[in-house]
T-cell receptor
Framework: QKEVEQNSGPLSVPEGAIASLNCTYS??????FFWYRQYSGKSPELIMFIYSNGDKEDGRFTAQLNKASQYVSLLIRDSQPSDSATYLC??????????????FGQGTTLQVKP | GAVVSQHPSRVICKSGTSVKIECRSL??????MFWYRQFPKQSLMLMATSNEGSKATYEQGVEKDKFLINHASLTLSTLTVTSAHPEDSSFYIC?????????FGPGTRLTVL
């Protein structure tokens, strides 16, 4: 079992729709959770992070965390073609002696069709 | 967020040569930097954690003698791929960390012929 799992997709949604991206993790000691967006040939850019159970909203993006179910998701409202990219879920386990180590999922490719 | 630069952005070399990649934290003193590798269609894999003034910590399966890391100052970490081979061709990305966030450099595309 991978530590961080995502459906590789592609996930295809029409422009203006809500895109829902999901991520599960295996280590219950995980403390913080990140969503990154990566365009082809570019490095990842941070969208948002979440530490506490519940929802966190930032503009068109909402992250949802459920530690009991070991599940984190990202909702993108009013999806735009420019949102087409690979979305990476990352988890910070803060394993001993290595603060800040991020474990990445394989990423979900999102396609927003005009 | 923190601004991170990498140089070069792209390098092509012959098999057997060594390649040095620089990672600079432009507006932040980074005691810790991370080096990742990403093969096509795959996710980022952490290679090592670079600590200013001390030895890097390598992830399991990463050869420390092949991937030399030097973090001599709070703004610069270097990764040297020694005796590069075609299987080392990949996208190498560094990152720095603020309190709780990691910011990535633009990456270096290495192609070994």
């Amino acid at each position: 079992q991978k530590e961080v799992e995502q459906n590789s997709g592609p996930l295809s949604v029409p422009e203006g729709a809500i895109a829902s991206l999901n991520c599960t993790y295996s280590d219950r000691g995980s403390q913080s959770f990140f969503w990154y967006r990566q365009y082809s040939g570019k490095s990842p850019e941070l969208i948002m992070f979440i530490y506490s159970n519940g929802d966190k909203e930032d503009g068109r993006f909402t992250a949802q965390l459920n530690k009991a179910s070991q599940y984190v998701s990202l909702l993108i409202r009013d999806s735009q073609p420019s949102d087409s990219a690979t979305y990476l879920c990352a988890v910070n386990r803060k394993s001993s002696g290595n603060t800040g180590k991020l474990i990445f999922g394989q990423g979900t490719t999102l396609q927003v069709k005009p | 967020g923190a601004v991170v630069s990498q140089h070069p952005s792209r390098v092509i070399c012959k098999s057997g040569t060594s390649v040095k990649i620089e990672c600079r934290s432009l507006d932040f003193q980074a005691t810790t930097m991370f080096w990742y590798r990403q093969f096509p269609k795959q996710s980022l894999m952490l290679m090592a954690t670079s600590n200013e003034g001390s030895k890097a910590t390598y992830e399991q399966g990463v050869e420390k003698d092949k991937f030399l890391i030097n973090h001599a100052s709070l703004t610069l970490s270097t990764l040297t791929v020694t005796s590069a081979h075609p299987e080392d061709s990949s996208f190498y990305i560094c990152s720095t960390m603020t309190v709780n966030e990691q910011f990535f450099g633009p990456g270096t595309r290495l192609t070994v012929l």
